[in-house]
T-cell receptor, first 118, second 112 residues
Framework: EPEVTQTPSHQVTQMGQEVILRCVPI?????FYWYRQILGQKVEFLVS????????KSEIFDDQFSVERPDGSNFTLKIRSTKLEDSAMYFC????????????????FGEGSRLTVL | AQSVTQLDSQVPVFEEAPVELRCNYS??????LFWYVQYPNQGLQLLLK??????LVKGINGFEAEFNKSQTSFHLRKPSVHISDTAEYFC??????????FGQGTRLTINP
């Protein structure tokens, strides 16, 4: 069964360092997302990506964050200068993007990348 | 704006007892509702979804949910829980073309 894969599963970094989290979405999906979950809190939307550009972003997704689809398979989240409060589990997700289809709105999530900023 | 409220942050139940996890939504347009489960140290897995049609939706692992438009609710139920159901459960509503907005989550703990 196709799945979304994320690497690394856990990354520890020093405050101020750049971090890149990688995701391989399901191959025929058209929409890609990043969500984050700070420990003990709810899952929060960061950004959605379609047709090689950001389609929507939250107020959390400030200039420190960027996303890229560098090739036909990877989808990355970059945090330029990490802060302590960036420590969280980051989830990548993808969806078919066919509104009204049988999988309308269903997002398929990866297992997450845990980022710890020291 | 669409939002989701999960009224209970934690729900402890005994094994084989029934459980209901509550979810209320606010939306001014047609809604698409979802329940996701997060087992310890794992990602989010779809349990079930309501897009249209029958208001009673059956999902995986014996879970079901009922869409109630008049009460703006989408409560999750299971008639008899198992230890393996211990997890965090998230209700979500679709906002816009594809984005999901999640509730705060309900931690279900099954006691033997």
């Amino acid at each position: 069964e196709p799945e979304v894969t994320q690497t690394p599963s856990h990354q520890v970094t020093q405050m101020g360092q750049e971090v890149i989290l990688r995701c391989v979405p399901i191959s025929n999906h058209l929409y890609f997302y990043w969500y984050r979950q700070i420990l003990g809190q709810k899952v929060e939307f960061l950004v959605s990506f379609y047709n090689n550009e950001i389609s929507e972003k939250s107020e959390i997704f400030d200039d420190q964050f960027s996303v890229e689809r560098p090739d036909g398979s990877n989808f990355t989240l970059k945090i330029r200068s990490t802060k302590l409060e960036d420590s969280a589990m980051y989830f990548c997700a993808s969806s078919e993007g066919q509104a009204g289809g049988p999988n309308t709105g269903e997002l398929f999530f990866g297992e997450g990348s845990r980022l710890t900023v020291l | 704006a669409q939002s989701v409220t999960q009224l209970d942050s934690q729900v402890p139940v005994f094994e084989e007892a029934p459980v209901e996890l509550r979810c209320n939504y606010s939306s001014s347009v047609s809604v698409y509702l979802f329940w996701y489960v997060q087992y310890p140290n794992q990602g989010l897995q779809l349990l079930l979804k309501y897009l249209s049609g029958s208001t009673l939706v059956k999902g995986i692992n014996g879970f079901e949910a009922e869409f109630n438009k008049s009460q703006t609710s989408f409560h999750l139920r299971k008639p008899s829980v198992h230890i393996s159901d211990t997890a965090e459960y998230f209700c979500a509503v679709r906002k816009g073309a594809q984005k999901l907005v999640f509730g705060q989550g309900t931690r279900l703990t099954i006691n033997p």
